[in-house]
Every structure is written in C-alpha cells, then in structure tokens.
T-cell receptor, first 112, second 113 residues
Framework: SQQGEEDPQALSIQEGENATMNCSYKTSINNLQWYRQNSGRGLVHLILIRSNEREKHSGRLRVTLDTSKKSSSLLITASRAADTASYFCATDYDQGAQKLVFGQGTRLTINP | EPEVTQTPSHQVTQMGQEVILRCVPISNHLYFYWYRQILGQKVEFLVSFYNNEISEKSEIFDDQFSVERPDGSNFTLKIRSTKLEDSAMYFC???????????FGPGTRLLVL
C-alpha cells in the first residue's frame, strides 16, 4: 500500500547546523507535502512539491523529489531552536485522489 | 491569513456517548477532510467531502462516524457511540482544489473514558 516513511525517526543537532530528513514512498504520487507538528499541536504546512518537480525552496527549507527512487528530502538550513518539532511527509497518489498518506515522522531536536 | 479553526480544543466524554467535533474550513475552499492521530502514531485519513457528499472514506470511518456541512461555513464530524479506541487528536483540513495543499486546523483532542 502507498506509504510515506521518514528517516531518521529522531534527529538531534546543534543550533546553526543543517538538518536533513528523508521520506520514501512505495507507489506513484501526484504530490508530496511536508508538514511540521509542534508537540501536541496542529499540522503546519511547509511545502508542496509536485511529481514533475525536482526541487523547491522556501526560505530556509529545501525539498527535493526523486520519483525514480520514490524518495524526497527536506533540508532545513541554519537551524534554530524554534525548528524543534516533528516533521512529516504526506503523499497523495492517483490523479484525483484526495487523501494524504502520512509517514511516521522525524522528531527533530535543535540544541542551543 | 485565512486558517482552519476547530472547536472544542479538548473534549472528554464517556464511552458510548455521542460527540460532535466542529470545524470551520477556509472560506473559499471546496474540499474538506477529517484525519485523526492516535497518540504516538501516524496521522490517518478518515474522510473527504466535496459538493455536499462524501467523496472518499477509509476503513476507520465506519457507521459510527458521520460528517455534515450544516451551513455554508461549518463542517462537523459526529461519532455516535464513542469507544475507548476513538481517543485521539482529530484534525480537520481543507483545500481549494485537487491536487492542492491541504491546510490543517489545530485539532481537537478527544479522550474517551
């Protein structure tokens, strides 16, 4: 079944360093989206990348998509303590399909 | 900036009771969704709604669940007879089209005792 899986499951780095999180999925997708969730809070949309795109930037965020490997990565540059959160990739598949399939998430901790 | 809102933020109920979770999607959006997240687990899709009817639902969304858009702004999820395993964070989301970004609300944390 279609599934997004992130790795690593947990990542701890020093403030100012870059953080890279990866997501893999199993079937062809329409789009892939990255969300952030602060502990016990709502999901904040970060970026959407379409299946015909290879890279997108938004501020300190850089997302890549490799459809041949069925994988995506999220890079956060110059990390800040406020970036501490869980990060999820979510995929939708098949033209017209609506549901997002979420991965387990990467728990990112930025140490001051 | 427009956002999805949800009420209540927390709800505690007794097993077997009915609960209604409320959402106000972004005003010009056409597609509405409910997801849930059991503590420590993935976010799971429940149902999508378009043009006043369910367009897709998951296996989780059984006869105990129903959704409604009673007026032009609210979107509700009803659980008729809650079970312990319904305890979770419930998220409403909306999007302006397909395929587009789904914007999520802050969630309702439901605890069934």
């Amino acid at each position: 079944s279609q599934q997004g899986e992130e790795d690593p499951q947990a990542l701890s780095i020093q403030e100012g360093e870059n953080a890279t999180m990866n997501c893999s999925y199993k079937t062809s997708i329409n789009n892939l989206q990255w969300y952030r969730q602060n502990s016990g809070r709502g999901l904040v949309h970060l970026i959407l990348i379409r299946s015909n795109e290879r890279e997108k930037h938004s501020g300190r965020l850089r997302v890549t998509l490799d459809t041949s490997k069925k994988s995506s990565s999220l890079l956060i540059t110059a990390s800040r303590a406020a970036d501490t959160a869980s990060y999820f990739c979510a995929t939708d598949y098949d033209q017209g399909a609506q549901k997002l399939v979420f991965g387990q998430g990467t728990r990112l901790t930025i140490n001051p | 900036e427009p956002e999805v809102t949800q009420t209540p933020s927390h709800q505690v109920t007794q097993m077997g009771q009915e609960v209604i979770l409320r959402c106000v999607p972004i005003s010009n959006h056409l597609y509405f969704y409910w997801y849930r997240q059991i503590l420590g687990q993935k976010v799971e899709f429940l149902v999508s709604f378009y043009n006043n009817e369910i367009s897709e639902k998951s296996e989780i969304f059984d006869d105990q669940f129903s959704v409604e858009r009673p007026d032009g702004s609210n979107f509700t999820l009803k659980i008729r007879s809650t079970k312990l395993e319904d305890s979770a964070m419930y998220f409403c989301a909306s999007s302006g089209g397909l395929p587009e970004t789904q914007y999520f609300g802050p969630g309702t944390r439901l605890l069934v005792l």
